[in-house]
């Protein structure tokens, strides 16, 4: 099986060069080698913003003035020693752990966004993806969107003519009122005196991306990069390889490859029939079971209507817990003790504890420690599937989301009223939901969610102790954020506060922003210019 991503020529100079840093130069996956760690995490970091392949990013912007020599031997001195060692500690004595000691950078081009939120489930792993708020979807590549046709619509001529007309015009009508989109942003927020024209430029336009995003299917391709742990990478491919779906067991098997370049020993389980094959088996039996019972258990039941957010689960002690939590440390009593002398504290009292815990913070950066992860909070949000690809990558935390459908209905930012788009949004809205049921329809109901746009609501939860509450909660609401994920981490805090009741772990969340409507990245991209301005000569 090959796959390949977007076409990109590279002169037979170039080629040489990247042969000696990337696994491979023409297919979608590959590992990045002989790179020092802190240009591999440069190059990760510059992929969310940059349209490019990481190749060429790599070719126009980090390899600069290098002499090109030839491709040395790699030594292999002990190679084989440490293979024999992995065979005996990590087949024969399954000690995981091991697998924890090598790690790799890897890329993952041209990968439709239902294929990202499985490449991103993992909790020790970490992702840079391709952003839809600084990345413009209006280029074509040989003529065609970016989107994801999968194989499994193809061998049905007439819904893959369907499919892609569908798709074609919602990338058109994208496109189309790109332009009008910030015109009506720059009346709406003019230029501020000594402002940088080119941060409130960028301002502009990730405001207009941000509105029209909700019109891009779930099948708009991105690039993802990932560095995780052999033993991350094999859970990953486990995974994948039980999916339903055809794109994702093919990049499984292009990961393989290139992780085995660069990782071998700890990839030998992924495949062994008696290993790997027989997990993944388990796997998607597990999954096909657990949709079955569901189906008949569940049939004929209705969703009763919801808040956007609804906090569905928590401790009503979770403050007295946090308190016992934050002495435990300095005491010597034991830990159901020390519960139960803070039961008897003042509220006063407490709040002593919880302020020395958590002291002066100088920004969301200084958080208290592991006592705020003595209690719980578990939401129950009903999102449009944008705000939910941006939530859904934070690892410290447990996360399970329903299967993406029209059903829901959608979200309408009011840009799209107010620029006049609203006809077409709603049109482009309709077609995704008829593609979307013609396709359940044809027997393709896996494949079905890859034609939703992104404005269709999807329901997850996210069950977090307080402190990734307080790390999650505190960055999402930032000024800079997208308006959808702000107003549901903004409703989140006041949850905590109002209906659980902890308003002293609330209030040490003093980074929380609440403020409504502004030019979203307008302070963010001056105080990034700000920072370029003030660089050496050189510096980029």
């Known amino acids: 099986m090959s796959r390949k991503c977007d076409p990109e020529r590279y002169t037979p100079e170039e080629r040489k060069i990247l042969s000696q840093y990337f696994t491979n130069l023409d297919g979608p996956v ?14 990760f970091a510059r992929y969310s913003r940059s349209p490019k392949p990481l190749r060429r990013l790599f070719l126009d912007e980090f390899f600069q003035d290098a002499v090109v020599v030839e491709q040395e031997v790699v030594d292999r001195v002990g190679q084989a020693r440490a293979g024999r060692l992995y065979d005996t500690v990590f087949l024969e004595y399954g000690d995981d752990s091991v697998a924890q000691l090598g790690a790799v950078h890897l890329a993952c081009e041209g990968v439709s ?13 970490s992702y840079l993806e391709q952003s839809t708020r600084y990345i413009p979807y209006t280029d074509r590549p040989e003529g065609r969107w970016k989107y994801h046709v999968p194989e499994e619509v193809c061998l049905e001529p007439d819904l893959k003519a369907e499919y892609e007309a569908c798709l074609d015009e919602a990338f058109e009508t994208y496109v189309r009122w790109l332009e009008p989109m910030q015109a009506h942003f720059r009346e709406r927020y003019p230029a501020k005196e000594g402002e940088s ?71 030998r389980r992924v495949d062994h029939p008696e290993r790997g094959v027989v997990w993944s088996r388990y796997l998607a039996e597990t999954a096909r079971s657990s949709r079955q019972v569901a189906s008949e258990l569940l049939a004929g039941v209705d969703p009763e209507p919801r808040p956007e957010v609804v906090l569905s689960d928590f401790d009503r002690e979770g ?52 006592a705020f992860e003595r209690t719980r909070y578990r939401f129950d949000i009903l999102a449009d599937y944008g705000a939910f690809r941006d939530l859904q990558r934070h690892r410290i935390l447990t996360l399970e989301w329903q299967a993406l459908s029209p059903d829901r209905g959608y979200t309408t930012p009011p840009a799209i009223a107010e620029v006049g788009a609203r006809a077409d949004w709603d049109r482009i809205m309709e077609r995704s939901a008829g593609l979307y049921h013609r396709l359940r329809a044809g027997g393709l109901a896996e494949v079905a969610p890859y034609a939703v746009c992104m404005a269709y609501r999807v329901r997850f939860y996210l069950d977090m102790n307080a402190r990734e509450a307080m790390h999650l909660i505190e960055l999402r609401t930032s000024p800079q954020g997208h ?18 009741g902890h308003r002293a772990i609330a209030g040490s969340m003093v980074f929380v922003d609440h403020s409504v409507d502004d030019l979203g990245r307008r302070q963010a991209e001056n105080h990034a210019e700000r920072r370029r301005r003030g660089r050496p000569e050189g510096c980029s």
Not at 30 to 43: Q, S, Y
Not at 355 to 370: D, I, L, M, T
Not at 483 to 500: N, T
């Open 483 to 500: 308006p959808s994920y702000r107003r549901i981490c903004q409703q989140m805090h006041r949850l905590i506060v109002e209906e659980a």
């Open 113 to 125: 966004n239902i294929l990202t939120k499985v490449l991103e489930w993992g909790r020790l792993m």
């Open 197 to 267: 024209e080119a941060a409130y430029q960028r301002a502009i336009r990730a405001r207009a991306l941000d509105s029209l995003r909700g019109l891009l299917p779930a099948a708009t391709r991105s690039n993802v990069g990932i560095h995780g742990t052999g033993q991350a990478f094999e859970a990953l491919l486990l995974r994948m390889r039980a999916s339903p779906l055809r794109e994702v067991q093919q990049y499984a098997d292009l990961m393989l490859v290139e992780l085995r370049k660069v990782i071998p020993a700890f990839m």
């Open 30 to 43: 590959f590992a990045l080698v002989n790179l020092p760690e802190v240009v591999k995490g440069a190059l």
């Open 319 to 370: 403050e007295v817990k946090v308190v016992a939590a934050a002495l435990y440390a300095q005491s010597e009593l034991p830990d159901d003790q020390l519960l139960g002398l803070v039961r008897q504290m003042t509220e006063q009292q407490r709040s002593q504890v919880l302020s020395a815990y958590v002291g002066e913070r100088g920004n969301r950066r200084h958080k208290p420690g592991r």
